[in-house]
């Protein structure tokens, strides 16, 4: 591109003369009243995102303690019992408030309006109400830990969360009920959004890829999350009155809740991760200077991912006392899934190959994204085959799996997006330089912590035990040595996003000269979106019409 | 998806801009048109349905395995519910529902006293349904046939000495009855719970039916809640046969 | 919305439903009253079809029964019939998952206890 300097694409504007819009969403209004009660999508985003933030945060702090009990082969840090609290804990909340919402609810509230040139989301009051739904569901489950904690695991698996257990199990269940309401209420925000409030000449197949993940994981939010509502509900009630729907002693059969509670939560997988397949098709197309290869095989691999994604949660019960036959029947389309996600992964590096790389941060998340992401999906299909699922499930082989899918691909593209719109979303840049050392050392501690956890599995060390044979030491300090770094490498972007909020530097406009609608505004972007509805004339990913757009602008800049 | 969806057109939305703009106080700002906006309220609305039937879906489907493992269970318990209340509350519900669409077409037709009368009539038959609901849990509660600590299966495995005609049923399957019953507790509550959010959004309806909210041509709230208590209907259509009418003629 | 508009939503619409906006259409009272006696008819048919034995036809009966009810009720009182296409996509797309969570658990109910008797 023309306005490539060097090895970066990076435009700002003169740091002499530039300033920020004089009204910009967020300055539109001050007061604690002004965010509490705002409809705008922007504002709504920034609040899911200081509290996916905090829920991170402590989802970590349990991470840490996990590692550091499993530092030594015996259960010294903590007894055996408090472990499970430990672990479930995290999981709890790294999933259900913090993969599930973060990238839908930060990325997706900020910029699906945007992308589509609209003025808001369809529902603007349904948007908010979600957010403090997911408060509430979130206030919840810090009450369950609070009260005493749960240890049923993140899986709830019952008869031992019905009638074996004495600790919180309804409230935590009640919890995530809640926190799955605010997941429906968004998913059905999006697809409305996105079928209603298209602006003229956004056709589908003009839509930025982002959005068609979105649309398939809202897809998902809203044909799964109530089946797991219902099994929770379930789960509460036998509780509570000491019935057995899912307790075989009186005639219940537990593998039901098995086949409920899945056919929501591997659907909920890809719930996590199709966002994030979005954020790194833009990234990866602005980073390349290329139109997305394969747009239409993209777009509808998000689609196919949404649809196999409800063929194929019986993998996770191979060796629970199903049907063999069943079982061959769902190994073989989970074989399927693979299909879609490989379509994504050729596609990306197809989009790579002769385009103009450059490697700014959010690149090198992107790249991270890509590696990892293929590591978890392969693993998964050694899972997936009835025969490896034997001697691999239950052990750290699935955890190190599920790490790399979760941590390796959400994460990553949730990070990705971060530094990507940051300066939409703040007007201002990040750091550069300490940014790359971020991205540089999340992948560093993130493979020192997991890749020993996939021998550890091998070897066949069972998951979910506080205590473990002295010779599994080594590959556990490493896997704990490797979480140190990994959560130094998160505690940086948050001090240098905070940093960057007054000191950083005034992006303009379109600090990436990318093509996408929410690029071509002031960032950050006025309350109202748009001075007046967009028209969308070209297609999309189009650095020609942008180039163009460019040269015939240069008197308007700013 | 397939392409006939990917068609805005976009001569549509100026013409839309240009007569369309701002003429109603519900009008929001982020539309470009009410139509827009009154299409955008119902595709939400059967979204939120589509929901609804994925958690209703997975009862019905518990309901599906039990039914098969445990069927005699089944058959006698569900013959202690009684079909002729179970009957008259789906009459009752299919006409609160006949209500429900009147007071629709009212408020389309902005026939604001006609609209008034049938929301009322809509809630009274709901709190009608609701009171026999009561009074069938109220008698299962005195046969201690509500699943948990005080169950008794004694008239499932001893129907002589209550004077019903039926087969006794082993002891073991005879507890299996409280697997019934607690589908039926939670099926039907759960239903019952959604009338009780309807009903509540019917007082609020008839409040601004009231205030003349719906004589203007604005009518997407009154629309978008007869869905919701259509759907209400549909699942106790269901539920009717499937909890009231498993096999009614015992010992043919 | 101006009183020409609502004139015109007012008149069954003579325009064809597109694909993604359907004019609004309204059904008439008379209508509502023949759906409203056809289900009352079909509850008190599948009332009295439960009392005869009729061997497993009385499930299959019990539910077609409610199907057809449920369907009179959803093109008719929720005015699927005259909705756009996505309106019925998205009832397709419901009735779809939920056969497929019925359908494929159902692979494992059914065969579980295949060659262990």
């Keep these: 591109m023309s306005t490539a300097v060097g090895n970066t694409i990076v435009s700002l504007p003169d740091q002499s003369t530039a300033q920020l819009p004089k009204r910009h969403y967020i300055n539109n209004e001050y007061g604690l009243l002004s965010w509490l009660l705002t409809e705008d999508h922007k504002r709504i985003a920034l609040l899911y995102l200081f509290s996916v933030t905090f829920f991170f945060f402590i989802g970590g702090a349990f991470a840490g303690l996990i590692r550091l009990e499993l530092l030594t082969p015996q259960p010294d840090l903590v007894a055996a019992d408090t472990y499970n609290k430990f672990f479930t804990m995290h999981g709890l909340i790294m999933i259900f408030l913090f993969l599930v919402p973060s990238i839908p609810g930060v990325m997706g509230n900020f910029l699906i309006p945007l992308m589509l040139g609209a003025k808001d989301l369809a529902f603007p009051k349904l948007n908010l109400l979600s957010w403090y739904v997911y408060m509430a569901g979130g206030t919840l489950t810090l009450a369950a830990l609070v009260l005493g904690g749960v240890d049923t695991g993140w899986t709830f698996t019952a008869p031992l969360s019905t009638h074996y257990l004495n600790t919180h199990v309804i409230t935590a269940a009640m919890a995530i009920f809640i926190t799955g309401f605010s997941s429906i209420l968004t998913g059905i925000n999006f697809i409305v959004t996105i079928h209603r409030m298209r602006c003229p000449g956004m056709t589908w197949f003009r839509m930025p890829l982002f959005l068609w993940a979105h649309y398939a994981a809202s897809l998902l939010m809203v044909l799964g999350t109530p089946v797991l509502a219902v099994t929770l509900v379930l789960v509460a009630l036998e509780r509570l009155f000491g019935i057995g729907v899912f307790d075989p002693a009186k005639g219940g059969d537990p593998l039901l809740f098995q086949h409920l509670f899945w056919f929501y939560s591997h659907p909920a997988v890809y719930i996590m991760i199709l966002p994030g397949m979005g954020v790194i098709s833009e990234v990866v197309s602005t980073f390349s200077r290329k139109r997305i290869f394969g747009y239409t095989a993209v777009a509808f691999s998000s689609v196919a991912i949404a649809l196999f994604g409800f063929f194929v949660w019986e993998h996770h019960m191979f060796i629970m006392g199903v049907s063999s036959y069943s079982a061959l029947v769902f190994s073989l389309l989970t074989m399927l899934v693979a299909v879609p996600s490989a379509i994504k992964i050729f596609n990306w590096a197809f989009t790579l190959q002769k385009g103009s790389i450059t490697f700014e941060t959010p690149m090198l998340y992107c790249f991270g994204f890509m590696g990892l992401f293929t590591i978890g999906g392969l693993t998964g299909v050694f899972l997936g085959s009835l025969g490896m699922d034997v001697h691999l499930t239950e052990t750290y082989f699935v955890v190190a799996h599920f790490h790399f899918v979760m941590v390796g691909g959400g994460l990553m593209a949730f990070l990705a997006g971060i530094h990507f719109w940051w300066p939409k979303m703040t007007g201002r840049m990040y750091p550069e330089t300490i940014s790359k050392l971020a991205a540089v050392t999340t992948f560093i501690g993130f493979n020192l912590t997991f890749l020993p956890q996939f021998v550890l599995g091998y070897l066949g060390l069972p998951r979910r035990y506080a205590a473990y044979p002295p010779e599994f030491q080594v590959l556990n300090v490493l896997s704990t040595a490797g979480a140190t770094v990994l959560g130094f490498g998160y505690m940086l972007p948050m001090l240098y996003l905070a940093w960057s909020l007054k000191y950083g530097a005034i992006a303009g406009s379109n600090p990436w000269q990318a093509t996408g609608l929410e690029w071509q505004i002031a960032s950050p972007p006025p309350t109202e979106n748009f001075t007046e509805i967009p028209i969308m004339d070209h297609e999309v990913y189009d650095y020609e019409w942008l180039a163009n757009k460019t040269k015939n602008e240069v008197t308007t800049v700013g | ?252 | 919305m101006t009183d020409q508009a609502i004139h015109d939503h007012a008149n069954p619409s003579m325009h064809e439903p597109r694909s993604e906006q359907a004019q609004l259409h309204i059904v008439t009272p008379a209508q509502y009253l023949v759906v409203y006696l056809v289900l009352i008819a079909l509850t008190a048919l599948t009332c009295a079809a439960a009392f005869v034995d009729l061997k497993w036809a009385n499930a299959v009966i019990a539910l077609a029964i409610a199907c057809t009810q449920v369907v009179i009720v959803v093109l008719f009182d929720m005015h699927v019939a005259y909705q756009s296409r996505l309106i019925k996509l998205t009832i397709g797309a419901g009735v779809f998952m939920f056969l497929v969570m019925v359908t494929m658990t159902l692979t494992d109910y059914i065969s579980r206890s295949w060659g262990m008797w």
């Design chain 2, 1 to 252: 998806m397939d392409s006939a969806l990917a068609t805005t057109d976009p001569a549509d939305l100026h013409a839309g801009q240009e007569h369309g703009h701002v003429s109603l106080p519900q009008h929001r700002h982020h539309f470009e048109t009410v139509e827009q906006q009154r299409e955008a309220g119902s595709f939400g609305m059967w979204l939120f349905l589509l929901t609804e039937i994925m958690f209703f879906g997975g009862m019905f489907f518990a309901y599906l395995v039990y039914r098969n493992w445990y069927y005699p269970a089944f058959a006698v318990a569900s013959n202690q519910l009684s079909v002729s209340i179970g009957t008259l509350n789906t009459m009752l519900l299919i006409t609160s529902g006949f209500c429900m669409a009147i007071a629709v077409w009212a408020a389309e037709m902005r026939k604001r006293s006609l609209l008034l009368a049938m929301l009322m009539l809509t809630t009274l038959l709901g709190i009608v349904f609701l009171g026999f609901k009561s009074s069938e849990y109220y008698e299962k509660y005195e046969l201690h046939h509500i699943p948990g600590n005080n169950f008794n299966v004694s008239m499932f495995t001893n129907p002589a000495g209550y004077g019903i005609k039926e087969a006794p049923l082993p002891p073991d399957m005879a507890q299996k009855t409280q697997v019934f019953f607690f589908l039926y507790f939670a099926m039907t509550g759960m239903h019952a719970l959604h009338m009780i959010i309807g009903l509540g959004l019917l007082c609020w309806l008839i409040w601004r039916a009231n205030r003349g909210d719906f004589s203007s041509g604005y009518v997407a709230p009154v629309e978008n809640f007869g869905l919701y208590w259509h759907f209400i209907d549909i699942v106790w259509l269901f539920l009717y046969p499937l909890l009231y009418l498993i096999n009614r003629h015992p010992l043919h």
